[in-house]
């Protein structure tokens, strides 16, 4: 399984995609001790006048004798540095804590705001902007662990029904929290609530400006998979801002193969009137 790999960016207006196990970009396959794992992934531009800003990591990983299946999105705003940055780097963060595999949840919270601080200290060069993130990191096919900032979602399906992993950190949520650190809430402009009247997410990596009012600590949750887990999605807002989770799980139920189910979603949240940049990926086990 050394050097199947996945790696897909996607910025301005050029997408990269290479692979060793399949010669079509956006999907993947692997056999993590016996299952048979697929993925794909589909990412589509918004309406807004801005470069897409959202990236994707899916790729496979061989660390001592165990099989790592790397996915994750970051939904970048105010410029694509701060989620091209976490594309390359957070992963590696996270893999290098010593205490990854015996006390998984604290390394990867500890390797988050790492990650977080290495952004804050390169924020002239890597701008004013700031991105969430949701990564999973499938352990040997068994164990799924799921860590996210922001609003991108992770979501499984077990018999047809779906099970969110994420948690959606909306500023609404966190008021007392925001309020605490000398930050405030606001609906205007609109009817979104923002930090101080800023940003529509409570917990980003980057947002130097705010920062002192933000969080970049994840939550984190673990899954052990089973007989009756079909897949997983990784989406970002674009999907979820016109989609439940139930929704998105029955919209593709019945697609075997995960690049067609991932570009299905995506379309189906453009007929439904999504207007932000739209990002998915989706990991089959059956």
């Known amino acids: 399984m050394t050097g199947k790999e996945i790696l897909h960016k996607m ?3 050029a997408g990269f995609g290479s692979s060793s196990d399949t010669t079509e970009a956006g999907k993947g396959k692997s056999k993590m001790f016996g299952k048979q794992i697929t993925h794909g992934f589909h990412l589509v531009k918004g309406q807004s006048n801005h470069a897409m800003e959202d990236y994707i990591v899916a ?14 999105i970051f939904d970048g705003h105010l410029g694509h540095d701060v989620p091209d940055y976490l594309c ?34 390169k924020a002239v060069e890597l701008g004013k902007g700031g991105s969430t993130a949701v990564t999973a990191i499938l352990i040997n096919g068994q164990k ?5 900032v922001g609003d991108s979602r992770a979501v499984l399906c077990r018999n047809g029904v779906a099970k969110q ?16 650190r000398g930050g405030f809430v606001l609906k205007m402009p609109g009817d979104v609530a923002r930090v101080d009247g800023q940003l529509a997410v409570a917990r980003a990596f980057g947002d130097k400006s705010l920062k002192e009012h933000l969080s970049s600590e994840p ?33 593709i139920k019945d697609i075997k193969d995960p690049k067609s189910a ?5 379309e189906e949240a453009l007929r439904r009137k999504s207007k932000d940049d739209i ?4 990991v089959r086990f059956q």
């Open 219 to 251: 939550d984190v949750a673990m899954e052990m998979m089973d007989e009756d887990t079909e897949f997983f999605i990784l989406g970002s807002d674009g999907l979820w801002v016109v989609m439940s989770n139930q929704e998105a799980v029955d919209t």
């Open 59 to 72: 790729k496979y990983k061989q660390v001592d004798e165990n099989e790592l299946g790397l996915f994750a």
């Open 262 to 266: 991932a570009k299905h979603l995506a």
């Open 144 to 148: 799924l662990v799921v860590a996210n």
């Open 11 to 13: 910025k301005a207006k």
């Open 88 to 121: 390359s780097h957070l992963f590696e963060n996270i893999l290098n804590e010593p205490d990854f595999w015996t006390q998984t949840e604290h390394a990867i919270k500890k390797a988050y705001l790492i990650t977080d601080e290495k952004i804050l200290k």
């Open 165 to 180: 992993l994420s948690v959606d950190h909306e500023p609404s949520k966190e008021r007392k929290e925001i309020e605490d």
């Open 279 to 282: 990002s998915c990926v989706v």
